[in-house]
């Protein structure tokens, strides 16, 4: 049974950093693309990173490029977001999501698999 399990959310003051935790279960992460993705209330969910299985190729949102790092170790079956200099903006709940195959790294249709999310809040 595929399961996904994010944790490391929190409050956070602008300008911050957080680091968020995907644990996988049921299945070995390093052969399964990672996505990070995240929904504000009101607003459709949007990609923000993904880690390729691979070749361990990264992608990231325009809006979180510089800011944002993901990183797997296989060997915690686990894949990370860290998050730094963070805005107001980037508030909001954050998952995790894989799939078998994955054309559009930051398209959350393209994903089946899903946490069940985790808050970030970004506020002073």
């Known amino acids: 049974q595929v399961q996904l399990v994010e944790s490391g959310g929190g409050l956070v003051q602008p300008g911050g950093s957080l680091r968020l935790s995907c644990t996988a279960s049921g299945f070995t992460l390093d052969y399964y693309a990672i996505g990070w993705f995240r929904q504000a209330p009101g607003k459709e969910r949007e990609g923000v990173s993904c880690i390729s299985s691979s070749d361990g190729s990264t992608y990231y949102a325009d809006s979180v490029q510089g800011r944002f790092t993901i990183s797997r170790d296989n060997a915690k079956n686990t894949v990370y977001l860290q998050m730094n200099s963070l805005k107001p903006e980037d508030t909001a709940v954050y998952y995790c999501?894989?799939?078998?195959?994955?054309?559009?790294?930051?398209?959350?249709?393209?994903?089946?698999?899903w946490g069940q999310g985790t808050q970030v809040t970004v506020s002073s």
């Open positions: 999501a894989t799939d078998g195959v994955v054309v559009t790294p930051l398209d959350p249709y393209d994903y089946a698999y």
